[in-house]
């Protein structure tokens, strides 16, 4: 009797260890699930919050959220890598492979972070940001990063998106273009002045462009981007009266190009000049492989043109593409007095004095923007191109 009792003691301390392992096992699983479900509550508030902000974190941060978001929710990427004309695509998956192995739990520990990091300076600065943007449209009437301001006969033009480096986009450019018309057939109009807001000029088109896919495809885009560039080019090449670029700092691609279709180009000695279209895969535009050439000279221009050479402010002066060179501190002030005495000119005399300048190049111009605008349709379609617009943007993102 005795060893029975033993052994049904034994028994039923057994069953109290197991029932306690048991036990300790359910209540860890509970934590976990109560851990992970508070996590995915914070994850769905801080996804919430992305939409609260009030300015744009820029591309490399947006991408940066939604590989961690992906990792959180599905884990580590292991789907197929986009083509190579999908711009939108290989940069998603890029971002998301370069996690590698990290836990679900880990990216949506960053996903948070990074989220509430942001929603921090938003809140720092975003009332300002939010202030500035609200005076440019209501300033400008037309769309945000253009400022338009008249005066004594001068419309003046101002690039303004500082945080952006006053790079264009879409709506820009065809806001730009649509302004030149605008003020070429506007009596009230006698100068048109085109600068830029802080301390760039402008760093030329917006690489952002790039990654608007419409559904029909890149190929409609790259055709669309032809249109909108050669009709912007144009603007410039038939605009009838004193044309005025006030280069107030560094200036890139087309905003470049197209100084050479204008009257006067005023310089800031801070300024610099550079067109790197060799290093995008892609080719001139602006009509500068004939104006460049011409007023530089083919060894210059070459060197400008394919071999990607930044000028300061007095070489581009000594090369012919510059006016003259302002000091930086009297610069605004030189510009405002220069206009207001042109447009103080007698109008037609001005005009028809312009008119024969181009007379004899006018429609040389206008081959020449088609023939780039056809060769940039070209490029924007290359494996060539997009993988040196990708290379230039993976390697931006890590400056």
Not at 249 to 257: N, S
Request: glycine share 6%; charged share 25%.
């Amino acid at each position: 009797m005795a060893s029975i009792r033993s052994l049904i003691r034994l028994a039923s301390n057994s069953s109290r260890q197991i029932n306690s392992k048991a036990n300790q096992t359910a209540i860890t699983a509970s934590i976990l699930k109560q851990h992970q479900r508070f996590l995915s509550s914070n994850m769905e508030e801080a996804k919430k919050r992305v939409g609260l902000l009030t300015e744009d974190p820029g591309n490399e941060v947006k991408l940066k959220m939604y590989a961690l978001y992906k990792q959180a929710s599905e884990g580590k990427c292991n789907t197929k890598k986009p083509g190579v004309f999908d711009f939108v695509g290989q940069a998603k998956w890029n971002a998301w492979n370069e996690l590698g192995d990290i836990s679900k739990e880990e990216a949506e520990n960053q996903y948070i972070a990074l989220v509430d990091s942001l929603a921090g300076s938003s809140s720092a600065s975003g009332g300002e940001t939010k202030s500035e943007t609200t005076d440019s449209e209501t300033a400008s009437g037309t769309v945000p990063g253009l400022d338009i301001t008249r005066e004594d006969g001068v419309l003046t033009m101002t690039i303004n998106r500082p945080k952006k480096l006053n790079a264009i986009t879409n709506e820009m450019y065809a806001c730009i273009r649509d302004t030149l018309n605008s003020a070429a057939k506007d009596d009230s109009v006698r100068v048109f002045v085109l600068t830029g807001a802080g301390n760039f000029y402008s760093s030329g088109n917006d690489l952002a462009n790039f990654t608007n896919i419409p559904p029909e495809g890149p190929a409609k885009l790259a055709a669309d981007g032809h249109i909108l560039l050669k009709s912007f080019v144009q603007a410039f090449i038939n605009f009838p009266k004193p044309l005025v670029c006030a280069v107030n700092g560094p200036a890139l691609g087309i905003m470049v190009t197209t100084m050479a279709l204008a009257d006067l180009v005023y310089s800031a000695d801070n300024a610099t000049f550079h067109t790197p279209f060799m290093t995008l895969g892609q080719s001139p535009e602006g009509c500068s492989s004939y104006t460049f050439p011409r007023i530089m000279g083919y060894a210059r221009a070459n060197e400008v043109l394919l071999a990607g050479r930044k000028l300061t402010a007095q070489e581009a002066f000594d090369r012919g593409l510059v006016t003259d060179i302002i000091p930086q501190g009297e610069f605004r002030e030189f510009i405002a007095e220069k206009t207001k005495y042109l447009a103080g000119l007698p109008p037609k005399s001005v005009m028809y004095s312009k008119a024969l300048n181009r007379l004899r190049e006018k429609e040389t111009l206008e081959r020449v923007n088609e023939e780039e605008c056809v060769r940039l349709e070209e490029r924007w379609l290359s494996e060539e191109c997009m993988n040196a617009v990708m290379s230039f943007l993976a390697k931006s993102s890590k400056m």
